[in-house]
């Protein structure tokens, strides 16, 4: 299943051809359906639609619609129908033109103060204007299908430029990881023999209150102690699982944006973890570096679905 992105843009037109029979043919009533979705990052699925008013029952089809193919994101959708140019106007013929003259002089016989008919209405009455076009919800729905299908494509292709960038910085961040590794025994084996030979100095001044045994049982208690502070095998046991559990869920696909987060906050907790035990500048610089690649990471899951 791919990743998506929340982040999309689509946009879908329909414009039915008047068939032979059809009154659209005679009246140009044909409409131009027009439907764009755009949709961004959001913790849930927030929809707002910006439809015409004779557009608005469309509404609890189009959210039921979306609702079942999108999971997160602040989803727009915006929709317009046109009846037409007007170049399928078709001229009034003539008996019709003089039964609606003569209608109008009839009626106006009676009352007298009764309004003249426009242009406009002449042509609706004759036939020769579409007047507002019939709403085709089928096609309408149709349309809308479509329209979420482009949006998902749309947020699939991105969502595969940010698992690409995504599974880059994974591989970073374990080089980086195996850059400490070694680090650490080096640590402790260069601190325990610091410890020996602060000993042997005090050995060399004591005034014999103290047996060798204990100040050098005492010397090995302190190299323990700071190589238990200083360990980061657990931290870096535990960043690498993360990772290879992003690296799964980036392979799975799907509705995977909350557990990514959720795996992006404990790699920031084992990457501080690691600073803070840092005996060395080059502990600090690995934890620095893992620390903006995490950052980076952050960003980009925080647009995936």
Same mark, same amino acid.
């Given at each position: 299943?791919?990743?998506?992105?929340?982040?999309?843009?689509? /946009?879908?037109?329909h /414009?039915?051809?008047?068939?032979d029979g059809?009154?659209?043919?005679?009246?140009?009533?044909?409409? +131009?359906?027009?439907?764009?979705?755009?949709?961004?990052?959001?913790?849930? @699925?927030?929809?707002?639609?910006?439809?015409?008013?004779? @557009? +608005?029952?469309?509404?609890?089809?189009?959210?039921?619609?979306?609702?079942?193919h999108? !999971?997160?994101?602040?989803?727009?959708?915006?929709?317009?129908?046109?009846?037409?140019?007007?170049?399928? @106007?078709?001229?009034?013929?003539?008996?019709?033109?003089?039964?609606?003259?003569?209608?109008?002089? !009839?009626?106006?016989?009676?009352?007298?103060?009764? !309004?003249?008919?426009?242009?406009?209405?002449?042509?609706?009455?004759?036939?020769?204007?579409?007047?507002?076009?019939?709403?085709?919800?089928?096609?309408? $729905?149709?349309?809308?299908?479509?329209?979420? =299908?482009?949006?998902?494509?749309?947020r699939?292709?991105?969502?595969?430029?940010?698992?690409?960038?995504?599974?880059?910085?994974?591989?970073?961040?374990?080089?980086?990881?195996?850059?400490?590794?070694?680090?650490?025994p080096?640590?402790?084996?260069?601190?325990?023999?610091?410890?020996?030979? +602060?000993?042997? =100095?005090? $050995?060399?001044?004591a005034?014999?209150?103290?047996?060798? =045994?204990?100040?050098?049982?005492?010397?090995? &208690?302190e190299?323990?102690?700071?190589?238990?502070?200083?360990?980061?095998?657990?931290? @870096? &046991?535990?960043?690498?699982?993360?990772?290879?559990?992003?690296?799964?869920?980036?392979?799975?696909?799907?509705?995977?944006?909350?557990?990514?987060?959720?795996?992006?906050?404990?790699?920031?907790? =084992?990457?501080?973890?690691?600073?803070?035990k840092?005996?060395?500048?080059?502990? &600090? +610089?690995i934890?620095?570096?893992?620390?903006?690649?995490?950052?980076?990471?952050?960003?980009?899951?925080?647009?995936?679905?």
């Amino acid at each position: 299943m791919p990743v998506y992105s929340m982040t999309g843009y689509a /946009s879908v037109q329909h /414009s039915p051809p008047p068939t032979d029979g059809d009154a659209s043919a005679s009246t140009g009533a044909t409409a +131009r359906l027009g439907l764009e979705i755009r949709s961004v990052n959001s913790r849930f @699925l927030d929809l707002s639609f910006r439809l015409p008013e004779e @557009l +608005r029952q469309l509404e609890p089809g189009l959210r039921e619609l979306i609702t079942r193919h999108i !999971k997160r994101g602040k989803v727009e959708v915006r929709a317009s129908q046109d009846a037409g140019d007007g170049s399928s @106007l078709q001229t009034p013929n003539h008996q019709a033109l003089q039964k609606i003259a003569a209608l109008q002089d !009839k009626i106006q016989d009676w009352l007298p103060n009764a !309004k003249a008919l426009s242009v406009a209405d002449v042509l609706r009455m004759a036939g020769g204007s579409a007047g507002p076009a019939q709403l085709d919800e089928a096609a309408w $729905m149709q349309l809308a299908l479509n329209g979420v =299908e482009a949006l998902r494509e749309a947020r699939a292709r991105e969502g595969a430029r940010l698992t690409e960038m995504l599974q880059g910085h994974i591989a970073q961040l374990l080089g980086l990881a195996e850059q400490a590794v070694p680090l650490v025994p080096q640590l402790v084996e260069q601190q325990r023999q610091r410890f020996l030979d +602060r000993w042997k =100095e005090a $050995m060399a001044l004591a005034d014999g209150t103290h047996l060798p =045994e204990v100040a050098q049982d005492r010397a090995l &208690t302190e190299a323990t102690a700071f190589a238990i502070r200083i360990d980061v095998a657990e931290e @870096l &046991t535990r960043l690498r699982s993360h990772l290879d559990e992003i690296s799964r869920l980036l392979l799975k696909g799907g509705d995977i944006g909350k557990r990514l987060d959720f795996l992006i906050q404990e790699l920031h907790r =084992e990457a501080n973890t690691l600073g803070s035990k840092s005996a060395v500048l080059e502990m &600090t +610089r690995i934890s620095v570096d893992m620390k903006v690649l995490i950052e980076q990471m952050r960003e980009q899951v925080q647009n995936i679905e």
